[in-house]
């Protein structure tokens, strides 16, 4: 399935679920194949820093793909992604297009104080992906019965410890990289 436009809190797979070919020098020990594990966007720098042999100056949360790249089907036990905005954020509306503007459905209803564009969390933990959102209802699917995210889970009892681990585990990933002492002095 696919999707027209993407938005800034919107998580389906055409916008979060992006396939990544490597092709790595042939120092680097590579297993070809079509892998299932979860990355992240942050796991590039680390992994072309490790192939590089140096260090990057700055704290980041990626981890190198070179284990993955050899074969291992695990790589992280989940991903996330993060987007939207707080109410009042204006700065983040996108103001000034008018009716004749081919974004202007879109860019009409984000700026709008509704929770359309507002902040929001996906981590997905390998066939199940929970959302949760700032301002409106949770989401959580089961990717393998539901691939195309029609059914929200959220609110069914069989689901209750699962929701409660994702979200003690999204509670880790905002604990792991929330708030970091810079590595320099100002």
């Known amino acids: 399935y696919s999707i027209c436009e993407k938005v800034q809190n919107c998580f389906e797979n055409p916008v979060s679920n992006i396939p990544l070919v490597v092709k790595p020098a042939k120092q680097f020990e590579v297993k070809p194949r079509i892998s299932k594990a979860l990355v992240e966007l942050v796991d590039l720098p680390a992994t072309i820093a490790k192939m590089g042999g140096f260090e990057l100056s700055y704290t980041q949360f990626g981890k190198p793909l070179l284990e993955t790249l050899a074969g291992n089907e695990t790589h992280k036990d989940a991903v996330f992604c993060e987007g939207g905005r707080i109410h009042g954020e204006e700065q983040c509306m996108e103001k000034g297009h008018g009716p004749e503007s081919p974004y202007y459905p879109r860019l009409a209803t984000q700026g709008s104080e509704g929770p359309e564009h507002t902040k929001a969390t ?36 069989e689901y209750q410890e699962t929701v409660w681990k994702m979200k003690e585990r999204l509670l880790q990933y905002f604990m792991e990289t929330g708030d970091f002492v810079p590595m320099g002095r100002d």
């Open 122 to 157: 996906m981590m997905r933990m390998g066939n199940i992906k929970y959302t949760m959102r700032l301002y409106e209802k949770d989401e959580l699917y089961d990717l393998d019965k539901d691939p195309m995210e029609l059914k929200n889970l959220i609110d069914e009892p």
